[in-house]
Every structure is written in C-alpha cells, then in structure tokens.
C-alpha cells in the first residue's frame, strides 16, 4: 500500500489523478490511500475527491491494477 497525504491542492490541480497514476505504476502496489482536507479554501476538496473517484469507479471504462483505493477526509 502507498499513503499520499495531499495538503491542498488535490482537487484543484487534478493531484489526486496523478496520485492515481503513479501508484497504478509503482511495483507490487495493490493498494492507494490519499488523504484530502475535508475543506480547502472554502471549496469542499474531500467530496469533490469522493466524486472523482466515484465516477471513474462506476463508468467501468478505466480498469486499474489496483485492489483498492481508500480515501480518507482530514
């Protein structure tokens, strides 16, 4: 498992995408927690993270080499 902890700029700049991304290519990798502030310049990051990664999950176009992705709100 990799743990990225994004400290405000993970919505914004699309940094979760490219979380994604790099952990899909690091080896033996099979699992990625990102930590997104609950509320970043008042623009609600965790949620928007939330839906991002719901969408991809459920359009079922993108498949990962991943088991799991936990995302967690702080």
């Known amino acids: ?11 914004a700049n699309n ?3 490219k979380d994604l991304f790099q952990a899909c290519m690091m ?7 990102i930590a997104v502030r609950n509320t ?3 623009s609600r990051d ?3 993270a939330r ?3 719901e969408t991809l999950y ?3 176009r993108l498949h990962l080499p991943l088991k799991g992705i936990l995302l967690i709100g702080y």
Do not use: T
């Open 40 to 42: 970043y310049r008042n």
């Open 46 to 48: 965790f949620e928007r």
């Open 58 to 60: 459920a359009s079922n």
């Open 27 to 33: 080896h033996r990798v099979d699992y990625l927690g």
């Open 51 to 53: 839906v991002v990664f």
């Open 15 to 17: 940094q979760i995408l």
């Open 1 to 11: 498992m990799v743990l990225e902890v994004e400290a405000g700029r993970a919505v």
